[in-house]
């Protein structure tokens, strides 16, 4: 897309130019505070508190997730998590997420791990500082620790009284802590932010169309590509007529192997010389013949005549013994793939990585 | 190139393109106007929706030359945070979309919806979005604020 959003200055420069803690967005850059921002260093090592979280000297918190939000609510459940966990209101809480110059390494985004991998170990960094920020104040306080309490972002005697603000504590501060992934967790019954149905700090921009998605940020000199696909699978490139689209300026042909593609500058001009580049391709004559696709399924190696009938019931249908798990065979699944309607080939993708088709074709019979 | 006019969110444009096939999604988000996504480029998603001359219409399978002289809402145009327009407020409430996406196509489609059938019954609501698809699956949020958005009350 000729998208005319443009990167107005580069994160790193401003990293360096001495803004401290940095939110990085979607939406673009800001930084997060200006006078509370105090973490000079960003430590990243998912086995430290602070590479989850910092607590800055203006009384705020922020932190630092290494998952990101793609509209399953990230932005805001990672911070309740966290502020329920630390004692501390979530309008106190900032936020950084997705970005590896500041954020830990949690892995990938995927698989619905967001909160039960990536939220978990953030409740085990606060639940780590919460203790820290205790036992800091039990000292200064001269009670035992077992008597304070983090709340509202201070630690004060469980039975009134003054206390001390995080930031007193270690505002600006490094932790310096290893991470307990055992750590001393609050009782969820006591719980006054996590549960609570906060809205998604995402959604406005998406229903105004300020949000900036990635094919809504270009950068200078940015070229656009198009790849054009074999008519039917197992061609191979013969030839590629390059004067096909001599009348399309900019536009380059690449040719790896059997890949091919066009690049240019303009995307209209780059797609319409992807429909008019001349290529010769391979006749592949592996596909099933579709009057016969039934019979072609059953003959294929590796569906096996096993059901839950006769394995089990419906009721009670029978464990998937081990050895039936290489079930689809690389023939079949080229034959689903070729044979299925373009949208369902993604589920039979999914689902075989589910083991959800093995089932069905091992039950259907 | 030829010049082509048309009126965008309320603003006459006058737009350069080198081809009358350039689809009208090209030539919105060339104006900065990125709400509008590129889906399946094939009108087959929804993604691209806006509303031309009132109706809603996938903008990636109108041309620049067939959107001369029309007047074309894009989500942008639709409504702001300061004043947004009544499915945009549902949306937020009802905190309907996910990645967001379709978001911009489906508001664009209710809203075309709700401009000719301002009180429909909750099929209508989802015959108009048939050509919406989403793969977060929104969908019933989706009919509850475009109930809501219609002041009706929408699923329980």
Redesign the interface.
Known sequence: ?????KHRFSRRALLKGGALTVAFALTGLRTASAQGAAVASRILDNKQVDAFLAVNSDGTVTLYCGKVD???GLRIAIPQIAAEELGIGIDKIKYVEGDTALTPDQGRTSGSSGIQRGGVQIRQAAATARKALIELAAQRLNKPAGDLVAADGEVRPRAGGAGIKFAELVGGKHFDLKLDPKPLLKDPASYTIVGKPL??P????????????V??FTVPGVQHGRVIRPPAMGATLVSVDEDSIKKFPGVKVVRIKDFLAVVGAD???TE?AARALRAQWSDWAGLPVQEKLAETLRATPGVTEQSIVSKGTAAAPRQTPRRWAPHISGRCRATLRSVLPARWRMCVLMQQRSGRLRRACTTTR | MAKYKLRVNGKARTVDASDADKPLLYVLRGLGLTATKDGCGLGQCGACTVIINGSAAPSCQVTIANAQGKSVTTLEGLGSAARPHPIQAAFIEEQVPQCGYCTSGIIMSAAALLAKTPKPSEDEVRAALDGNLCRCGIHVRVVRAVMAAAGQRGLP
């Open positions: 897309m000729n998208a005319p959003i793609l509209g399953q809205r998604r995402d959604v406005p921009g998406k229903c105004f169309g300020t949000a900036t998605y094919q809504d995307e209209w001009t319409r």
